[in-house]
């Protein structure tokens, strides 16, 4: 009896420690596995230069259950004359989807770095140790803590996919700041309605709610990237318009499979 009471105290306290920074899931369960093909504005004209795909499977990290995900983007030889990308980005997550760990490796241009983060939650507080590979080979290591939740680009999209949008006003902002490995932006999600949208590379469409990721850089605010999501229980993207430094580019829903709910957004 006494060995199930201190099992029961450490679950409730691994729960509570995590907690101020998870959200309860519904919208995606293990064994989800998503594929996108990306285009690419070139004068004029949007070439498909390459293709995404993104996992999530329960797994555990330090003995713990735990989400991992990852996404693999890859350019093709179209891209290539253009502009270099081969990223792979891993994150583990709570079940509850509160972060613990992220990983981007990638090649950006003639660039390759990578991106570290690990999270820990004492005392209600997000610590946060930071790593950075840079492109000479330098690695830049930080270590803050903040009252506030910090996120990745992996577990940010994970969060924002388990928001209420029945609840979200045309306009409504969403404060989520991001970290990478030697840096925490001042970020958020901007709703901005209803659309429907359909597929570039298929007859497929679907009824969505439409978000626009924001950066405030240098006293302006810049949108990042803008996500069209399923307008059901799933909130999958679909569409996402990726305004790059180097151009635009756009990726479009190819397939899924293992979504956890219905995909009743889907229209005839």
Not at 32 to 37: G, L, M, Q
Not at 80 to 106: C, E, I, Q, W
Not at 174 to 199: C, E, F, Q, R, S
Request: proline letters at 3%; hydrophobic letters at 35%; one cysteine or more.
């Amino acid at each position: 009896m006494k060995r199930l009471i201190a099992i029961y105290i450490f679950c409730l306290t691994f729960t509570a420690a995590f907690g101020q920074c998870g959200i309860e899931n519904n919208a995606f369960k293990s064994g989800e596995f998503v594929n996108y093909d990306l285009y690419f504005n070139w004068r004029f004209v949007w070439l498909k230069v390459g293709t995404a795909s993104m996992s999530t499977v329960q797994s555990r990290y330090n003995g713990q259950p735990a989400f991992r995900s990852s996404l693999i983007t890859r350019g093709n030889s179209k891209l290539d004359n253009v502009f270099v990308m081969r990223d792979t980005l891993l994150s583990y997550t709570t079940l509850d989807v509160a972060p613990l760990y992220h990983r981007k490796g990638a090649r950006e241009g003639k660039r390759y770095y990578v991106d570290e983060l690990w999270y820990e939650y004492p005392n209600g507080n997000c610590h946060l140790k930071q790593h950075e590979i840079t492109n000479s080979g330098e690695h830049n290591w930080k270590e803050s803590e903040y009252k506030d939740c910090i996120y990745d680009m992996m577990s940010v999209y994970l969060r924002a996919r388990n928001f209420d949008a029945s609840k979200l006003k045309e306009g409504d902002k969403i404060p989520l700041p991001i970290a990478d490995g030697h840096k925490i932006a001042n970020t958020w999600l901007k709703y901005n309605g209803k659309a429907d949208v359909k597929m570039k590379n298929n007859d497929d469409k679907y009824r969505c709610l439409v978000f626009s990721f924001m950066e405030r850089e240098n006293g302006h605010n810049h949108e990042l990237i803008r996500f069209y999501i399923t307008d059901d229980s799933n909130h999958l993207p679909v569409r996402l318009d990726m305004f790059l430094s180097f151009g635009s580019a756009k990726a479009y829903l190819t397939t899924y499979k293992g979504l956890r709910n219905p995909m009743t957004s889907k229209l005839d």
